[in-house]
């Protein structure tokens, strides 16, 4: 069963900058899709950006130009480097994967606040 592992939430202030890793094991093959979402209080979890394994990627408007997703196929790793953070981007981040879809594996969640 594949489990995803995220770290590197945390508080920072607006304008700062913060990076999340999120690691997947128990596969030895490479996932297809790797993404991240978001979910903040009182809204729907939202997809904040993805990647395939080839390296295509895709944004949120509300994030394209501050953040970016990368992935280290070798380590079956994904990170997001968010700058010129806002407090809007406070929610919680989820790393998300799959073989064909980016939801069909879920990692537990961390917080990124950021404060005004």
């Known amino acids: 069963q594949v489990q995803l592992v995220e770290s590197g939430g945390g508080l920072v202030q607006a304008g700062g900058s913060l990076r999340l890793s999120c690691v997947a094991s128990g596969t030895r093959f490479t996932l297809n899709a790797m993404a991240w979402y978001r979910q903040a209080p009182g809204k729907q979890r939202e997809v904040v950006a993805t990647i395939t394994k080839g390296g295509g990627t895709n944004y949120a408007d509300s994030v394209k130009g501050r953040f970016t997703i990368s992935r280290d196929n070798a380590e079956n790793t994904v990170y997001l480097q968010m700058n010129i953070l806002k407090p809007e981007d406070t929610a919680v981040y989820y790393c998300?994967?799959?073989?064909?879809?980016?939801?069909?594996?879920w990692g537990q969640g961390t917080q990124v606040t950021v404060s005004s």
């Open positions: 998300a994967a799959g073989w064909v879809a980016t939801n069909e594996y």
